[in-house]
């Protein structure tokens, strides 16, 4: 089966969902939640993510986000990851937590956005998990209607400035906005356009264009890398003194798990590219690469040694 399309570029809106494998429970407790959330705190502030929306059911999520830089999928894999390891190392388990790459549907946002923004926090009510939408704790609801306190990963007045310019105004509304569907069983679904895009006509057309225009790479998908990341002889370093070997043994065959680690580090906190990840390894096939990265995050669901190096180079780089 062919993956989903990704569509990324600066600035996109997308609805995101993700499905436990063979629809099982992703969350187990409300620990497992907090963790969740922790995690999404991570990913958007790593990749620079506007969250709009989130709510947590039993074996699913769904997030509303803007991406300031094309890396959707980049982040998504992360934090997928990152969850499903803690996850599996927390319960001792094994296997895939979620079903399948997650989805993202592209949404245009003079048109869909508020409409996404209140189907995402109805979801316990369609679900039968509460009366209305206050009472359940788990979404980003009360935060975004002035209720609670909104945590500073959550972007409330992007959620609110379609609504008013005022923020307590804005809240007013939004509240009133939400209401009026309470009760409905309207399908956000029956309105995406081939499969991906959550607009109109027009736009879906516009979108398709973008697609059927944008050079096809194996490479990474950003052009530039950010300014501040680490270099990789700077992650090669920081993974040597975290597991205090020489730096020589990282670059041998025997690196190991080592080896692997730098790879995970340089492509999810450098965004460097393959090439480069291969070279400063002294690798020529840049597909081994990509072997090493996915090797690299079953690995972590099971050895907690590896995490801590990780957290500890991580430290390292980041100072």
């Known amino acids: 089966m062919a993956r989903p399309l990704r569509i990324e570029f600066p600035g996109a809106v997308y609805h995101v969902t993700s499905r436990g494998n063979e629809k099982r429970r992703i969350f187990k407790n409300d620990g497992d939640r907090k963790a969740f959330l922790a995690f999404l705190a991570e990913t958007a502030t790593r990749f620079g993510w506007s969250i709009t929306a989130w709510v947590l059911m039993t074996n699913h999520f769904h997030l509303v986000l803007q991406t300031p830089e094309p890396n959707l999928s980049r982040g998504m894999h992360w934090f997928n990851g990152s969850y499903a390891g803690w996850f599996n190392h927390e319960h001792k388990r094994w296997g895939h937590l979620f079903g399948g790459r997650f989805k993202a549907f592209l949404v ?28 359940y704790r788990w979404s980003s609801y009360r935060a975004t209607a002035g209720l609670d306190a909104a945590p500073e990963w959550l972007d409330v007045n992007a959620a609110l ?34 499969g991906i895009y959550l607009g109109t006509e027009p736009w879906a057309k516009t979108m398709r264009k973008v697609v059927e225009t944008k050079p096809r790479s194996t490479d990474h998908p950003r052009l530039q890398r950010i300014v501040g990341r680490p270099k990789m002889h700077e992650v090669v370093s920081a993974v040597a003194r975290a597991a205090n070997v020489p730096v020589s043994a990282i ?26 990840i291969a070279a400063s390894l002294r690798l020529r096939s840049e597909g081994h690469i990509s072997g090493l990265i996915r090797r690299c995050d079953s690995e972590f669901a099971a050895d907690s040694s590896l995490l801590s190096y990780l957290d500890q180079a991580l430290a390292i780089v980041r100072a």
């Open 108 to 135: 245009e946002k003079e048109t869909y956005f508020t409409e996404v923004l209140r189907y995402v926090v109805l979801n316990p009510v369609r679900a039968g998990l509460a009366t209305s939408p206050e009472k």
């Open 161 to 194: 400035t379609p609504f008013a310019p005022d923020i307590q105004l804005g809240q007013t509304y939004y509240r009133e906005f939400v209401a009026a569907k309470v009760g409905s069983q309207e399908c956000l679904w029956d309105k995406v356009i081939n």
């Open 251 to 276: 670059r041998e065959t025997s690196g190991g798990r080592l080896r692997r680690l730098v790879a995970w580090i340089g492509w999810y906190e450098g965004l460097v590219t393959l090439r480069t």
